[in-house]
Nanobody, 127 residues
């Protein structure tokens, strides 16, 4: 089992920034690729970003490229999502997820590939 706890959400004005954190406990954090997903109001869950277990490979949804940065600190068992230039359409509940991978650069971009999920943190961007 891997337990994931997100933090750092809140209310921010458009153009502002937030840094989300996801602290992991349980099994070996460095065995898992870590992803961020979000669920806007009334919509389904969508992929935001992923980082490989080694940190050497990342991928982003098109809407996140150039604005969001995912990173991880395996010594602290924590993954981060730095979000800049936030827009009202970024309003959503943001979830982190852990997906076991065998290789250091392997990543996962669909929700079905993840094994563990956090409870989510609300991000609200006002116009």
């Amino acid at each position: 089992q891997v337990q994931l706890v997100e933090s750092g959400g809140g209310l921010v004005q458009a153009g502002g920034s937030l840094r989300l954190s996801c602290a992991a406990s349980g099994r070996t954090f460095s065995n898992y690729a870590m992803g961020w997903f979000r669920q806007p109001p009334g919509k389904g869950r969508e992929f935001v970003a992923v980082i490989s277990r080694s940190g050497g490979n990342t991928d982003y949804a098109d809407f996140a490229k150039g604005r969001f940065t995912i990173s991880r600190d395996n010594a602290k068992n924590t993954v981060y999502l730095q979000m800049n230039s936030l827009k009202p359409e970024d309003t959503a509940v943001y979830y982190c997820a852990a997906g076991y991978t065998r290789h250091g650069l392997q990543i996962r971009t669909t929700a079905q590939e993840y094994d563990y999920w956090g409870q989510g943190t609300q991000v609200t961007v006002s116009s």
